[in-house]
């Protein structure tokens, strides 16, 4: 099965409510798209949202990166050579993870059809039945108590809250939403490096002294800050950890090193794809690290192959934050994983079963 051709296109899909974090609001999802097509006639999907205040991709340089860079070097590759063809995609250029991870994906997709199984599978088995978890965007704190409940309605158990805007506000949001949901869904914070390490611990253990049940808190402080992540830690009961601090395995040699977090969040579009997600993932189980599973506002493309390796990977693998589908209004991917709410159900057909994507926009 060869690669002869390589082609792009962009998606864009609106959400049901806008999604806030303390780094940006975000009201579609909008990706490029990559089709790796065969000489077999199979086609693999990928995808890359833009999100450059996190991987410093644009949707103008993850583009150039696959049309300069990646299309001359798969066209004419047999996609049975996938390690080989993995490195070269990892060494052709640095950072650029969003692009690397859409044509990685793709490729993923194309091996698994070759053998003419699951993705799951291929990468080691397990459950095809997964839960999520589905994020509450920081806002005003009846709107997040209102969004909360509507989430425990529709079935959700575990409800991730965004904050850190305003130290003082999201203690109050945190009691409310707790107060309102309590004994029908856990909570986890993420304060997307919104946080100094003494503002972390002093929220959390005014949380925690109030009786506010957390299962974690993610990434407090800025990326680059793994002392203060230590820092926090070292001085609070909850779990803490690691997102935007993990793009490949030497971040995460180096948190566990300096015991600056409890949990390492994977994401495939700071991993540059699924070779390193699954090197961090055997990694972190070398070291008995909890992993998360996670995505970055992505279509359901990219949520399924992390999904698809969550599966493969559990229980090193223990939870999971691939809500993007239950947050878009619908779900142009015809074919593959199926998302109800809290539920993810992996496909048997081969690779990640796509079929076709309606409402594509081809690049010329």
């Known amino acids: 099965m060869k690669i002869v051709d390589v082609k792009l296109g962009m998606l864009k899909v609106p959400l049901i409510t806008p999604f806030k974090t303390a780094l940006r609001t975000v009201e579609c999802v909008e990706d490029v798209i990559v ?3 065969t000489d077999t006639g199979h086609i693999g999907y990928g995808n890359a949202p833009a999100t450059a205040v996190i991987t410093g991709d644009t949707h103008g340089s993850v583009i150039e990166a696959i049309r300069t860079i990646y299309t001359p070097l798969l066209l004419n590759r047999d996609v049975a050579d996938l390690n080989r063809l993995t490195r070269e995609i990892g060494a052709a250029m640095i ?3 969003s692009a690397k991870a859409a044509v990685e994906i793709a490729l993923y ?3 698994a059809q070759s053998y003419q199984t699951p993705l799951y599978r291929l990468l080691g088995g397990g459950e095809s039945s997964l839960t999520t978890d589905i994020t509450i965007s920081v806002d005003y704190i009846d709107k997040m108590v209102a969004d909360a409940e509507m989430a425990v309605e529709r079935g959700f158990e575990i409800l991730k809250l965004k904050v850190g805007k305003d130290i003082r ?3 109050e949001r945190i009691k409310a939403v707790y107060s309102a949901v309590k004994g029908r869904a856990l ?3 993420d304060a997307n490096q919104g946080w100094s390490p003494k503002q972390a611990v002093m929220a959390i ?13 993610e990434q407090p402080v800025k990326a680059s800050n793994l002392e203060g992540m230590r820092y926090i830690s070292e001085r609070v009961k909850t779990p803490i950890m690691a997102d935007e601090s993990i793009f490949g395995p030497l971040e995460v040699m180096e948190v566990i090193q300096r015991h600056a977090a409890e949990i390492i969040n994977i994401k495939l579009m700071k991993t540059g794809g699924i070779s390193n997600a699954l090197k961090i993932a055997d990694l972190a189980g070398l070291y008995d690290i909890e992993c998360m599973v996670g995505c970055m506002l992505e279509t359901s493309i990219g949520v399924s192959a992390a999904a698809h390796v969550a599966a493969a990977k559990s229980p090193v693998v223990s939870k999971l934050d691939l809500d993007v589908p239950s947050l878009c209004q619908f779900d142009p991917v015809i074919g593959g994983a199926t998302y109800k709410d809290a539920d993810i159900i992996l496909n048997e057909t081969p690779g990640l079963g796509i079929e076709k994507i309606e409402g594509l926009q081809l690049l010329a």
């Open 35 to 37: 089709m790796l097509e």
């Open 95 to 97: 950072n650029n993870t």
């Open 109 to 111: 997709d194309l091996f």
């Open 169 to 171: 506000l999201d203690i």
């Open 187 to 189: 909570l986890r914070l």
């Open 205 to 217: 253990r005014s949380l925690e002294e109030a009786g506010v049940l957390l299962e974690l808190v």
